[in-house]
C-alpha cells in the first residue's frame, strides 16, 4: 500500500509539473479499478501541486493487443480562487463540474 500511494505521488508531481513546466498537456493511462482511482487521486493532488484546477476528459482506448484502458488528456486550468468565486456564483444552479479532491472516494470515482 505504501509503495501505491509513493507511486501517486510521483505520479501527480508529474502531471503538475508537465501542465505547468511543460507542454501544458499530460496524458495519463489507466488499466483496472485501481489503477483508474490513483490516476484520479493523482489529478486531484496535482491541483494541490500546481495550485490551481486541473481540466481532464478521460476516454476510452483500445491498444495494438486489444486491451482497453482509459486515457486522461490534463491540463492546466484556472486558479483555485477564480474556480471557487465561479461555484459559489453558479451554487444551487445545476453544476457540470465534478469536482475531485485528494479525500474524495476514489473507489466511488473509479465506477
Do not use: M
Amino acid at each position: 500500500a505504501a509503495d501505491l500511494i509513493e507511486s501517486t505521488k510521483k505520479l501527480a508531481g508529474r502531471i503538475a509539473l508537465t501542465c505547468k513546466r511543460g507542454p501544458g498537456q499530460c496524458e495519463v493511462g489507466a488499466k483496472g479499478r485501481t489503477a483508474l482511482a490513483h490516476a484520479l487521486l493523482a489529478l486531484a493532488k496535482a491541483s494541490q501541486l500546481h495550485l490551481s484546477t486541473i481540466e481532464f476528459t478521460a476516454q476510452w482506448v483500445t491498444d495494438t493487443e486489444e486491451h482497453r484502458q482509459v486515457r486522461f488528456s490534463a491540463r492546466c486550468g484556472e486558479p483555485w480562487s477564480k474556480f471557487k468565486e465561479r461555484l459559489r456564483r453558479s451554487s444551487g444552479k445545476k453544476s457540470e463540474l465534478l469536482v475531485v479532491t485528494p479525500t474524495s472516494d476514489v473507489q466511488n470515482l473509479a465506477r
